[in-house]
Each structure stands twice: as structure tokens, then as C-alpha cells.
């Protein structure tokens, strides 16, 4: 039902886990909340995850941020953030559909939305000159 929120909770054994639901929930999302035993090897998994699905560094530390990790373990997680110039190179091209660099309009909206995605301006701005260069080719 509309407005209706179901909580459960599970607590995960290390091996495969299943949660049986006996009625029926629509699922939405699912929040994992570390406790306070959280190692950087866990908040590296977490760095890894938001990579590989194409997030820029801004969006990955929000992720841990909403995620409530503590700060001392962010540095050490962050150096495992791979570099992001392929994924970015693709998500540009995407959300460009084959438009010249000259469109402002199509440079903005995509420009956008890889800001929401947690790239810098300067990240961007290097894409597009790639971009370009694969354009003119």
C-alpha cells in the first residue's frame, strides 16, 4: 500500500543468507548500516561498488557520508577509487547521442548530469575535449 513503510531486519551469518518474506512488500531500497567494527576493507568495498557504477569521487564520498562511515576511514578507502576517464569517456557519449560539442544545449545537459553523477568540472571539461577529438575523427 501507498505510504506504508515495512522495516525488517537482518542480520547477515558470512555465508548466503535469504530474507523470506511472507506477504507481499514492494521493495524499494535497502540501507546497510555498518557498525561500529566497520574496517577500511569493508569501506573499500563500498568506494569499489559506487566506482563500478560509474560515480565520480563528489558522489562516492555522499554515498559514505549518507552511509554514516566515519571519516578516519575514507582516505585509506579513496586511494582504491579507480581512475574514472573510461567510464566517463562512455557516460559522456551516452548522454550525448553523436551531438557536436558546438550544441550548448546537448554540452549542458549532459554536463549536468555527469555533475549529478559526482564529476568535477574539470573532469568534464577534459571528457568533452576527448570527445571532441573522437568527433572530428
Known sequence: RCN???YEEMILSGN???LMQFDYKAFRYAE???PKSVTVESVKML???YAAKGYGIRRVKDEL???KVSREHWDDALE???ETDEALDKLLASRMRGAPTS??????????ALM???YSWEEIRSALYRYESDFEE
Open 47 to 49: 568506494v569499489r561498488h
Open 65 to 67: 557520508y549518507r552511509h
Open 103 to 112: 550544441d550548448k544545449i546537448a554540452v549542458k545537459k549532459a554536463a549536468d
Open 32 to 34: 546497510l548500516r555498518f
Open 116 to 118: 549529478r553523477r559526482g
Open 16 to 18: 548466503v543468507d535469504t
Open 4 to 6: 506504508c513503510r515495512y
Open 80 to 82: 582504491e577509487m579507480p
